[in-house]
C-alpha cells in the first residue's frame, strides 16, 4: 500500500517520488485515459513519420485503428513523402506491345511496340505534363516491338536506350539505333543485372542474350513488388534465368510458342500471369496447372500500380486505339524472326 503523501519529505530531490505517488492515486477511470491518451499520441507520431499505423507488426490497438480513421486524411500525403506511386501500363496492339512505367514525372519505355503505339504514348505522356523520358529498354529488334520508338525519339529527348539485343541484324532494331544516333541519345548494350532507377522503383535486367539478338526480359523492382515483364522471352530462354533476378509476383506471359514452361513458372514462381488475347487459350492450361491466375485485357490495355508493399491490377481503355483482341496477332512471334 502506498504511503500517505505527508510521510514524503518535502525536499527537492524526492519530487519524482511525489509525482509517481500522485499519478498511483488517480482515480482507474483518469487512469484510463491517459493510456488511451498515450496510444493516440503514438499513433499521430507514426501518421507524421509515414509510417501509418496499419503497417504496425500484428494487429493495431482499437484506439490505434480508431486515431487511423480520425486521421486518415493526412495519410496520402504520409505516403507520398516515401515517394509517388509506380503505374506501369502494358499497351497491345495487332503486332507488338509497350510497356509504359511513371513514377511522379519520371517514365521509362519498354519496347515501343508498332508506330502507332509510339504514337499514342507520346501522346499520354505528354498529358501528363512529362516531356522526357528517362530511358527506353528494347527487349527485342523486331519491328513490332523496335519501330514504335521511333515516333518517341522524334518528339521527346530520352536519356538512353538499353540494347537487350545488341547485335541484332533486325531492320526495325537498326532503324532504332539509327533514329537514336541522329537525335544524339547514347544508347547501352545491357549487361543482366544492370538498370535504371525510376523513382524509388528500380528496373532490372533480368536477362539479355550476349549476342546474337535473342530478346531479353525486364524486371521491376518496387519494395516488395516484383514484376517480370517477358513478353518476348524465347522458348528456352528459362535455363538462363537466375531465381534471384527473376522471381515475381507478376509474370507477363512470353508470346512465343514454348517460352512458357513448367521452368520458367518454376523460376519466376508468380501468382499472376499478364496474358495477350493472341496467347490467352494456349497458356491457360498451363497456369490453371500451376496454380497461377491468368489475367487478360480483352480489348483495353493491362494497368499496374504500386506503393511499394501493394499492387492494384486494372484494365484501361486501349491507349493506342487498337486492342490485342481485336485483330490476331499474323506478324512473326517475338523473337523468332524480324
Known sequence: MCRPAAAYPSAGGWWPVRALYWSVRLPRRDLQR?????EVLVALALVGAGLGVSRLSGAPLPVLAAAERAVGRWLPAAAAASGPAVQARVVAAA????VLIV???????????PPAVGEAIVDQLRAQGITRLQAAILTAGSAGEALGLLPVLDAMPVGRILDLVPGSACPGHQAVLADAAAHGTPVQAAARGGGLSLGAARLEVAFAAAGGGEPGAVRLVDGSTRILFAANLAAGEAAGLASSAAQAQVL????????????????VAPRVALLSASGASSARQELAAAGVVGLTAGSGDLSLQTDGQGLVLGVQPALAGQGAADSTNSGPPPGGGC
Open 34 to 38: 491517459l493510456h488511451l491518451a498515450a
Open 95 to 98: 503486332a507488338g506491345r509497350a
Open 103 to 113: 513514377a511522379g514525372q519520371q517514365a521509362a519505355l519498354i519496347d515501343g511496340g
Open 252 to 267: 507477363e506471359v512470353p508470346l512465343a510458342p514454348g517460352a512458357l514452361d513448367a521452368a520458367l513458372l518454376h523460376t
